[in-house]
């Protein structure tokens, strides 16, 4: 189960990354702020994910 999540959100971060690149390089500024939220929540729960791992020593 873990891993088919990690996986999906792997998957969605490159997507998202792909948008967002593809709108930063056309100027396309609703497209670009819509991706780049999207990347800083993902970060901000990657990052939570991560530091309760880290904290219940998860392996």
Do not use: C
């Not at 500024?29 to 970060?43: E, M």
């Not at 901000?44 to 991560?50: F, G, L, P, T």
Request: no cysteine; net charge positive.
């Amino acid at each position: 189960m873990l891993k088919s999540r990690f996986y999906s959100f792997i998957l969605g971060t490159i997507i998202e990354a792909w948008i967002f690149s593809i709108a930063f390089f056309q100027a396309q500024w609703f497209w670009l702020f819509i991706a780049s939220f999207l990347l800083g929540r993902r970060i901000y729960v990657a990052y939570k994910v991560d530091k309760f791992v880290k904290l219940s020593k998860i392996k």
